[in-house]
């Protein structure tokens, strides 16, 4: 059995995509926590996870808490009774994290020690209003700045991002704990997360194995019989393969767990989930090859059309986030060794043509796709 470092840990989000591979990735590091309690809303799912073998092979006892984000008092409760806070569940949730945040004043001023805030922020913090229209070069880094050069914009640093960003509110709040003094709080950002979940916790059924952005996109195709984008989808995003991302937070959590810590925190704790860059309009030319490869539209048209205004409020509730552009360089993360092993836009495309054939066996009757022949 792994040798733990003797933390607690209040997890948040576990039954999630991201929450599901975090979960994974902390049972299987160096230095396990030696308790989890995991919050989740389905009590049925309480006995899977307290039966983890993995977490038996790590010596590590789970219990559950049955609730939500909403129930504060229990959110605020279980922080100020935990050494880390794991939180995966929701990165706009304000008033949970607030929640979090109190527990973790009670406890710093407690035991005098201040406990750790592991958070789950993303990269949707760095985005423009493009529309899709067209890509640009502001693109941030996890670091500090670097100067201009001729060759390459300047980089931007975090402290630039807009207060009206998206998860912007809520990663300040938890900033200005850390100045205070009332936690360590490490701040991730995942880009497009894109793999199919893997782990124990997915086998058993008790976390959800699917990303959101790709997953939705290759669902709208197929509702509407063609790959779409927003606008004409010029727009760049990051990405970062499940697996990848899972490596990023275990080393962000073996390494703020030791004796002596050695890696920043606070505004100097933010760590970029970005291991390559695509254009929307590649994702969803790819989205469309494969549509049309496996006979799942009628048509032989591959390249997207832009979503109607319709479309996009059917799809995204009016939102054009993504014909955003989101850019990044993961410096802070690779600083402290972090070494993701898919970076090439075709890596992603790869994943894509799976993933369409996925989606499709999972969802094609939710969507009410229909089957076509190659006889046009």
């Known amino acids: 059995m792994a040798q733990t470092s003797g933390k ?33 809303r389905d009590e049925k799912k309480s006995a899977g996870f307290q039966s983890l073998e993995t977490a038996k092979n790590a010596n ?11 129930n504060l008092d229990k959110i605020q409760q279980a922080a100020a009774e935990h050494d880390v806070t794991v939180h995966t569940a929701d990165a706009d949730h304000l008033e949970g ?20 805030l592991i958070e789950t922020s993303g990269t949707g913090v760095l985005v423009d209003k493009a529309k899709g229209e067209y890509p640009n070069d502001v693109i941030y880094t996890d670091l500090n700045p670097t100067p201009k050069t001729k060759d390459f914009p300047a980089l931007i640093s975090m402290t630039e991002v807009p207060e009206s960003s998206p998860h912007r509110n809520v990663d300040l709040e938890i900033l200005a704990a850390d100045k205070a003094g009332f936690n360590k709080s490490y701040i991730i950002l995942p880009s497009t997360i894109w793999g199919k979940g893997v782990g124990e916790v997915y086998d058993k059924g008790l976390s959800n194995s699917f990303s959101d952005q790709i997953p939705t996109l290759i669902k709208a195709g197929l509702d509407r019989g063609r790959a779409g984008m927003v606008g004409e989808g010029k727009n760049i995003w990051p990405h970062v393969k499940i697996t990848d991302l899972a490596n990023l937070y275990q080393l962000v959590y073996t390494k703020a767990t030791q004796s002596n810590p050695t890696i920043g925190h606070g505004p100097s704790g933010y760590y970029f989930g970005i291991s390559g860059e695509y254009t929307l309009f590649g994702a969803n030319s790819r989205i469309g090859q494969a549509l049309v490869k496996n006979n799942l539209i009628p048509t032989k048209e591959t390249t997207p059309t832009s979503f109607t205004s319709e479309e996009l409020q059917k799809y995204y509730n009016g939102s054009t986030y993504m014909g955003t552009n989101s ?21 992603l495309y790869q994943h894509i043509d799976r993933e369409v054939l996925r989606i499709e066996k999972e969802f094609g009757k939710e969507w009410k796709v229909k089957k076509f022949t190659s006889a046009y």
């Open 97 to 116: 994290v607030r929640a979090i945040l109190k527990g973790q004043k009670a406890r710093k001023e407690k035991t005098g020690h201040r406990p750790i």
């Open 327 to 347: 850019r990044g360089v993961a410096d802070r993360s690779k600083s402290i060794g972090w070494k993701p092993k898919f970076s090439q836009e075709e890596d």
């Open 60 to 70: 590590v006892q789970i219990t559950t808490l049955v609730g939500s984000l909403d």
């Open 8 to 40: 607690s840990v209040f997890f948040t989000g576990a039954t999630g995509y991201i929450g599901g591979t975090v979960l994974e990735a902390i049972l299987n590091s160096p230095t396990p926590p030696k308790s989890i309690t995991v919050l989740i």
